[in-house]
């Protein structure tokens, strides 16, 4: 038994599972998201370059990935900070900070974050999607790539002492390439070694959380203990979903807030709006999944920032708890997937 057993990894320390409290699964609170520009419409090149002002925030809110000074989240460490005394007011306990290596992971701004409001952060280890990853990282073995994401749990990532609490988010593209392959399988190394937790960034398609799926599973990841994100955007079909279901992850709606008509990394997509995302919910419970459910607003961006008119870090536990209430997800099932959820994903085996 390690000292990390049935405790939970902060970037201040291991903590007791109850102490988690209300916690948000997949959130950033710095990190930089150039590697996902859009390049803006013939005709948008000069709000593309503007100063974020109020009378273009509805194209910024439909156009996020276009406007360069958006994708830089890094930029608001104050604005961040402010939003996080809110979360707390609001009865937030914990935030995991899926930033992972790739999309400038700062640990010592978590660890003052955390600090500074309270609430506790729990950091990423491992690498985001293939694009952003280095000539160094493609050549590594999967016997390197598990020492290093090891290390960053046991010892501490990016040349400080700060561990990781979780591995991921962990950066899939579709059709899932052989250097992302090699960090699944070196993901799922490293989990059997150390017990932990796993998040998965899947790929565009709605085949992709399944490939994910099989390919930690062969190489002998417990998926009871692995998160697969962004569902909101992957699988729209129900009967897709429950097959989905089936094979045992925590199942993640973390785009809450997010209400984009054109999805610009796939247009075959319709992102669907909040309510829609609650009734995924209210259909998941139904079907008996509760203890699977985990929820988030995967904040990337400046925008979605209540600094530049967004709905920030409390959205859900201000407006879609409530709406998820109206329609018949009872208190005790929020409290499941606001608490005892993470809370079961969140501990170390
Ligand atoms: C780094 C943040 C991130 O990957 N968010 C997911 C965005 S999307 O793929 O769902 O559009």
Redo the contacts with the bound molecule.
């Keep these: 038994m390690s000292e990390r057993s049935g405790k939970v990894q902060t970037v201040l320390g291991l903590i007791e599972p109850d102490q988690l409290g209300r916690t948000m699964t997949h959130e950033?609170l710095t990190?930089t998201?150039e590697c996902?520009h859009v390049p803006p419409a013939p005709g948008d090149e000069g709000l593309a370059a503007a100063p974020i002002e109020m009378k273009h925030l509805h194209w910024l809110q439909q156009n996020p990935y276009s406007h360069q000074e958006n994708l830089l989240l890094n930029q608001e460490i104050e604005a961040v900070k402010e939003e996080l005394l809110c979360y707390r007011k609001a009865g937030g306990g914990s935030i995991v900070e899926?930033?992972t290596t790739g999309?400038n992971r700062n640990l010592p701004i978590l660890r003052q974050l955390a600090k500074d409001t309270g609430v506790h952060v729990i950091a990423g280890a491992g690498y985001?999607?293939d694009v952003t990853h280095s000539d160094e990282t493609r050549k590594m073995t999967v016997e390197k790539l598990t020492d290093i994401i090891v290390s960053e749990v046991l010892h501490g990532a990016d040349g400080t002492e700060i561990r990781c609490g979780v591995i991921g988010?962990i950066?899939t593209s579709w059709p899932i390439t052989e250097s992302e392959k090699k960090v699944l399988r070196a993901t799922a190394h490293a989990q059997t070694q150390l017990g932990c937790p796993v998040i998965i960034?899947p790929g565009?398609d709605t085949a992709a959380p399944g490939e994910v799926i099989r390919i930690l599973q062969e190489a002998g990841g417990d998926i009871s203990k692995t998160v697969m994100?962004?569902l909101?955007?992957t699988i729209y079909d129900r009967q897709e979903l429950l097959e989905f279901a089936k094979m045992g992850s925590y199942l993640e709606y973390d785009?809450f807030g997010t209400e984009l008509l054109n999805?610009p990394?796939n247009l075959r997509v319709d992102m669907p709006s909040d309510s829609q995302r609650v009734q995924n919910l209210v259909f998941l419970v139904r079907e008996g999944y509760e203890d699977r459910i985990l929820i988030a607003h995967?904040i990337?961006t400046k925008h979605r920032l209540t600094k530049y008119g967004g709905h920030g870090y409390s959205h859900i536990l201000e407006n879609i708890v409530p709406k998820m209430l109206s329609r018949g997800i009872t208190q005790n099932q929020v409290d499941k997937i606001l608490i005892e959820n993470p809370k079961h994903w969140l501990t170390f085996k």
Excluded: A, P, Q
């Design positions: 950033h990190m998201f996902s899926n930033t999309i985001y999607v988010e950066g960034h565009r994100s962004h909101d955007r785009l999805y990394f995967d990337h």
